[in-house]
């Protein structure tokens, strides 16, 4: 299970390391792709498997459907982990979610995302300044 927030930096060769506590279920090779709110989501194979065969089981006729796993599926690529930890960000990824030099590494429970640091801290300011009303209204739709 993947939690936390760590601050990294992204070399000039696009290598980010992956924080240590993470490493071990990540395994060596990983799949990253395009996430959501300009970040990049990275997976495990495992985790990926999982993720692919759920996007592949949408409804093929609904527009979202299609486009949702194309821009997941067509976005992603393996990714090695090298003997210190660190992955390459390809260029298209990097431009998406428009990393500098400095970046987040988020863990949310089965991925972990990559977010460039000040849109990571935009975002979560906008979500902690509104977390009671986002609380109430997912209790709302759990009831």
């Known amino acids: 299970m993947f939690i936390g927030e760590y601050k990294h930096t992204i070399d000039q060769k696009r290598r980010i390391a992956i924080p240590v506590k ?5 395994g060596k090779k990983a799949v990253i792709t395009k996430g959501l709110d300009k970040s990049l989501f990275l997976y495990s194979q495992k985790e990926w498997g999982i993720l692919a065969k759920k996007l592949s089981q949408l409804p093929f006729p609904q527009a979202n459907a299609r486009g949702f796993s194309r821009i997941m599926l067509s976005g992603a690529v393996e990714v090695s982990i090298d003997n210190v930890g660190r992955i390459l960000i390809p260029d298209y990824l990097k431009e998406y979610a428009s990393l ?7 863990g949310v429970y089965n991925r972990i995302e990559i977010w460039d640091q000040q849109t990571w801290n935009s975002y979560k300011k906008g979500i902690e300044k509104n977390v009671e009303d986002i609380a109430e209204k997912l ?3 759990g009831s």
């Open 100 to 106: 500098k030099k400095s970046a987040v590494i988020v």
């Open 139 to 141: 209790q709302e739709i």
């Open 22 to 26: 993470f490493r071990k279920d990540v």
